[in-house]
T-cell receptor, first 108, second 115 residues
């Protein structure tokens, strides 16, 4: 069975500090992982996809198959990064399994 | 492009009553999803449609939940009768076919409160 775990419900950092939102997964197949974000009063939207290996809004995420992790990182947090972040795993049939989410608060 | 539309945005009902939610996906998106998001949790997939056919409904509590997408466009999700534990945000999402099918576009959700 597939599972996505985000161990932190809340992460609070100061502006300019590094950020790491943790995500661990369990999946028997070859995983395809994503980070989705929901800003206040906005819809859930895709932030990045591990296959693309892009940096979006300064965020990066590397898939570590040995540790079954897909942590989201940003070297210098901005106040506008405050949001709910969800790690998600894509399984056969384009179906997503989401983690429980982490609320990131960036303080001025 | 216009986003995924959902209505109503909020609904309060008493337990054992019925309720229906409506979703209009992005034009041209063949795949439509319904998710349930309970407070403090991530979205959980209830049902996935490809055009007007069901791809997966393994997580749908079929004794009380039903969903349809008759013409392969709009979809409705119904709960009958509702229970207290059905209080949640119900999210609709849609995606394209083909190589871009991995990205799901979400609607604003319907917040259901069952009292």
């Amino acid at each position: 069975a597939q599972r996505v775990t985000q161990p932190e419900k809340l992460l609070s950092v100061f502006k300019g500090a590094p950020v790491e939102l943790k995500c661990n997964y369990s999946y028997s197949g070859s995983p395809e992982l994503f980070w989705y974000v929901q800003y206040s009063r906005q819809r859930l939207q895709l932030l990045l996809r591990h296959i693309s290996r892009e940096s979006i809004k300064g965020f990066t995420a590397d898939l570590n198959k040995g540790e079954t992790s897909f942590h989201l990182k940003k070297p210098f947090a901005q106040e506008e990064d405050s949001a709910m972040y969800y790690c998600a795993l894509l399984r056969a049939g384009n179906m997503l399994t989401f983690g429980g989410g982490t609320r990131l608060m960036v303080k001025p | 492009e216009a986003g995924v539309a959902q209505s109503p945005r909020y609904k309060i009902i008493e337990k054992r009553q019925s309720v229906a939610f409506w979703c209009n996906p992005i034009s041209g998106h063949a795949t439509l999803y319904w998710y349930q998001q309970i407070l403090g949790q991530g979205p959980k997939l209830l049902i996935q449609f490809q055009n007007n056919g069901v791809v997966d409904d393994s997580q749908l509590p079929k004794d009380r939940f039903s969903a349809e997408r008759l013409k392969g466009v709009d979809s409705t999700l119904k709960i009958q009768p509702a229970k207290l534990e059905d209080s949640a945000v119900y999210l609709c999402a849609s995606s394209r076919s083909g190589t871009d099918s991995y990205e799901q576009y979400f609607g604003p959700g319907t917040r259901l409160t069952v009292t």
